[in-house]
Protein backbone atom coordinates (compact mmCIF):
# COMPACT_ATOMS: atom_id res chain seq x y z
CA UNK A 1 0.00 0.00 0.00
CA UNK A 2 1.21 3.43 -0.63
CA UNK A 3 0.58 6.16 1.82
CA UNK A 4 1.06 10.24 0.88
CA UNK A 5 0.23 11.94 4.10
CA UNK A 6 -0.64 15.30 4.23
CA UNK A 7 -0.69 18.25 6.96
CA UNK A 8 1.75 18.65 10.24
CA UNK A 9 3.62 15.56 10.21
CA UNK A 10 7.17 16.55 9.79
CA UNK A 11 9.19 17.54 13.14
CA UNK A 12 6.39 15.51 14.98
CA UNK A 13 7.96 12.23 15.35
CA UNK A 14 5.45 10.94 12.78
CA UNK A 15 8.57 8.67 11.58
CA UNK A 16 9.42 7.03 14.20
CA UNK A 17 6.55 6.61 15.86
CA UNK A 18 5.21 5.21 12.88
CA UNK A 19 8.35 2.38 12.58
CA UNK A 20 7.61 1.32 15.85
CA UNK A 21 3.88 0.89 15.53
CA UNK A 22 4.47 -0.65 12.43
CA UNK A 23 7.30 -3.39 13.78
CA UNK A 24 4.19 -4.07 16.43
CA UNK A 25 1.94 -4.75 13.71
CA UNK A 26 4.10 -7.06 11.67
CA UNK A 27 3.95 -4.23 8.22
CA UNK A 28 7.05 -4.26 6.36
CA UNK A 29 8.23 -1.14 4.06
CA UNK A 30 9.67 2.54 4.85
CA UNK A 31 8.78 5.55 5.51
CA UNK A 32 10.42 8.83 4.17
CA UNK A 33 9.80 12.65 4.54
CA UNK A 34 8.90 14.59 1.20
CA UNK A 35 10.08 18.50 0.03
CA UNK A 36 6.68 19.47 0.15
CA UNK A 37 6.49 18.77 3.89
CA UNK A 38 4.72 15.64 3.13
CA UNK A 39 5.60 12.02 4.22
CA UNK A 40 5.39 8.75 2.03
CA UNK A 41 4.83 5.59 2.96
CA UNK A 42 4.95 1.69 1.70
CA UNK A 43 3.55 -0.56 4.19
CA UNK A 44 2.83 -4.09 3.52
CA UNK A 45 1.92 -7.35 5.54
CA UNK A 46 -1.81 -8.99 6.63
CA UNK A 47 -4.84 -7.09 5.43
CA UNK A 48 -5.87 -6.56 9.18
CA UNK A 49 -1.94 -5.19 9.79
CA UNK A 50 -2.12 -3.28 7.12
CA UNK A 51 -5.73 -1.40 7.80
CA UNK A 52 -4.85 -1.16 11.45
CA UNK A 53 -1.77 0.64 10.17
CA UNK A 54 -3.47 3.06 7.78
CA UNK A 55 -5.92 4.10 10.95
CA UNK A 56 -3.04 5.12 12.82
CA UNK A 57 -1.43 6.99 9.96
CA UNK A 58 -4.72 8.84 9.97
CA UNK A 59 -3.89 10.51 13.58
CA UNK A 60 -0.20 10.18 14.32
CA UNK A 61 1.35 11.12 16.78
CA UNK A 62 -0.03 13.91 19.42
CA UNK A 63 1.74 16.13 18.04
CA UNK A 64 0.92 15.73 14.22
CA UNK A 65 -1.68 17.46 12.38
CA UNK A 66 -3.15 14.74 9.59
CA UNK A 67 -5.27 17.06 7.23
CA UNK A 68 -5.40 14.20 4.25
CA UNK A 69 -4.05 10.25 3.39
CA UNK A 70 -4.15 9.20 0.49
CA UNK A 71 -4.07 5.58 -0.33
CA UNK A 72 -3.44 3.43 -3.31
CA UNK A 73 -2.54 -0.27 -3.47
CA UNK A 74 0.88 -0.92 -4.78
CA UNK A 75 2.75 -4.32 -5.78
CA UNK A 76 4.24 -6.46 -3.04
CA UNK A 77 7.93 -5.37 -2.91
CA UNK A 78 9.00 -7.92 -0.26
CA UNK A 79 10.62 -5.56 2.49
CA UNK A 80 12.14 -7.53 5.25
CA UNK A 81 11.65 -4.74 7.88
CA UNK A 82 10.28 -1.81 8.42
CA UNK A 83 12.53 1.62 8.72
CA UNK A 84 12.56 5.25 8.37
CA UNK A 85 14.79 7.04 5.27
Not at 38 to 67: D, L, M, N, Y
Request: with cysteine.
Amino acid sequence: MSLRVTGTVQGVFYRTSAQHIAEGLGVYGFIQNNLDGSVTVEAEGTPRAVEEFIAWCKIGTARAQVTALDAEPGGLQHFTDFHVR
